[in-house]
């Protein structure tokens, strides 16, 4: 049994609708990334699980439960949000022990539960200060503790993290996989619209665009395997390489072209019957290209060099494009440099260009 | 060493554009302080003393005179009790005017920014409509609606006008104030658990402080000052100060007691000037937020 289900749900302001249709089961203990540019809906699907926002059709379940007409307080979830959105004229314990307190909860239970979230969290020693004492980070972890008093069966983040600088997102990025690692069963949900976080902390990504959904799978799927041309070039920093060209059959198999980039396509995984003659779309991640001698592709040249450290990204190019290439940081290369590319095509992606649909 | 280096603080020079500011900021500062210095010298002042005619001076013999006849004992009309009636009327009509007018405003604006109510936005512009319409049109119907509900020339009458016509600059401001809260608060609320009221009582009301203070000072100067809706709805026992005032400098027997009068004057914009003074910076704040009618 799915701990949240959504089915055919459509969600209307006024008279525009939002969605149309849509569903996801999520299972329990799972931990599900929506993941989507800004405006695709990823946010308004987690406002009508969590009962802030009305459907105008279609249910939503918890837990086995119809909840579709249920109060927030009443579906057993909990939920972060990005502007942390703790009561500024509290300190941080009466903001964590706010919920229980409207649930009638005993005093002792709200202390004993407050501690220990405090204890889980690290943020004993701030429960007497009031939020506007505390630095972003803090307050956010405050915020994640309120949640976990709770003692919801389902947590809903939304882009908990887009508010912090880049270390604070890292540190509280890790914390929140092992919030989940210990808290076990708990199923949550959480929204962001960057893929690190999504790729690092799912079980599953839900990928959305213009309030739909693209592709649901593992992180390794997604990234791998991307269903489409969106997926493919949203998920992944630096970007998918995409060159256009067209499958052509020889003897030996399908092939791809373009211009005098040609691919050998024997080692890659079609879903239905390449069809000769189809213009495609061809994505190649950057590190999946191997700098050579000669290698597949030959006669490019160095463009511009981006050394980060760890790794290096090389802009090169034919005449014909630029293509991205990621390699060892202890790399060295100078712009106008030639350079060959070794591609093994079964770790290419081919897309129709027509639909954008992986083939 | 000559021409110094620029260095640190750029040197101010008194331009030409500078003496005009001054000369207009003097100006306009003299213009409305020289009533007020008339008034605060003349009321201190025996009567032989204004009849020199010396009405910037100093007063020669200061009294407290005037002050004490314009309290307790000047005529209004027919009684000579002075203005403290008045005073102690307008008191009676000011405060649960002020307070009623600001819950309601604090409530229906907390309802139209939060609870997305079917229809907010048509209330609202409704609501708003009725800011921009002339207190006397309504005069006539509401003395005819009051009469005819039996509280017409009462102390409850005159407070239930003063909420009704506070409502729309109150729901505004506190509308406008409550729109710029995070929602995400409201939400975090509600997912705690909480109702409508136990999130205005417990999260919103206690962030509301500013606005608070911002539509008491409104409300109490604008209250204070009625003078039309106090003669129309109040009744003759319940006259507030403003009205007794007018009654007070428009009685004449014999000479007029311009000190009396004066006194008179200053002692019933008292209230308006404390608040003045004491919220300082808050008042600025209110007079931006509440630009819409002032």
Known sequence: ?359 | MNAAEPQGRRPRRLTVGRIGIYAFLITAALFFLLPLWIMVVTSFKPMEEIRLGNILALPVTLTLEAWTKAWSSACTGLECNGIRVGFWNSVRILVPSVILSIIAGAINGYALSFWRVKGANVMFGVLLLGAFIPYQVFLYPLVRIFSLTGIYNSLTCIVVVHVIFGLPTMTLLFRNYYAGLPIELFKAARVDGGGFWTIFLRVILPMSTPMLVVATILQVTGIWNDFIFGLTFAGRENLPMTVQLNNIVNSTQGERAYNVDMAATMLAALVPLVVYFVSGRWFVRGIAAGAVKG
């Not at chain 1, 429960?127 to 503790?145: C, E, F, H, K, N």
């Open chain 1, 1 to 359: 049994m799915a701990a949240v289900s959504v089915r055919d749900v459509s969600v209307a302001f006024e008279a525009v609708r939002v969605f149309d249709g849509l569903s996801l089961d999520i299972e329990q203990g799972e931990f599900i990334v929506l993941l989507g540019p800004s405006g695709c809906g990823k946010s308004t699907l987690l406002n009508a699980v969590a009962g802030l926002l009305d459907v105008a059709e279609g249910q939503i379940w918890i837990d086995g439960k119809n909840v579709t007409w249920e109060e927030p307080k009443d579906r057993g979830i909990a939920m972060v949000f990005q502007s942390y959105a703790l009561y500024p004229r509290m300190s941080v314990r009466e903001n964590m022990s706010f919920g229980l307190k409207m649930a009638k909860t005993p005093k002792p239970e709200i202390e004993k539960r407050v501690n220990k979230a405090a204890e889980l969290l690290q943020i004993t020693h701030l429960l007497d200060r009031r939020p506007d004492q505390l630095s972003g980070g803090q307050r956010q972890r405050v915020a994640i503790g309120r949640a976990l008093v709770r003692d919801a069966a389902v947590f809903l983040f939304d882009e908990p993290l887009s508010n912090l600088d880049a270390q604070l997102r890292n540190e509280l990025r890790v914390e929140i996989k092992r919030l989940h690692a210990r808290l076990g069963n708990t199923t949550m949900i959480y929204v962001t619209h960057d893929q690190i976080e999504a790729m690092t902390l799912a079980d599953r990504i839900v990928v959305m665009k213009e309030q739909k959904i693209q592709q649901i799978g593992s992180p390794d799927e997604i990234y791998r395997r991307p269903s489409n041309l969106f997926v493919a070039g949203f998920v992944g920093s630096p970007q998918m390489n995409f060159i256009k060209g067209r499958i052509e059959g020889n003897g030996t198999g399908p092939e791809f072209v373009s211009g005098k980039r040609r691919l050998p396509l024997s080692g890659y995984r079609f879903s239905g019957k390449p069809i000769p003659g189809q213009e495609v779309v061809l994505g190649v991640r950057p590190e999946h290209l191997e700098i050579t001698g000669a290698g597949t592709w030959s006669d490019f040249k160095v463009d511009i060099v981006e050394p980060m450290g760890a790794d290096t990204v090389i802009w090169c190019s034919d005449g014909d494009g630029t293509i991205q290439v990621r390699t060892s940081g202890s790399k060295k290369a100078a712009p106008g440099e030639p350079l060959g590319l070794g591609v093994d095509a079964a770790h290419v992606s081919l897309f129709a260009s027509e639909t954008g649909e992986r083939l």
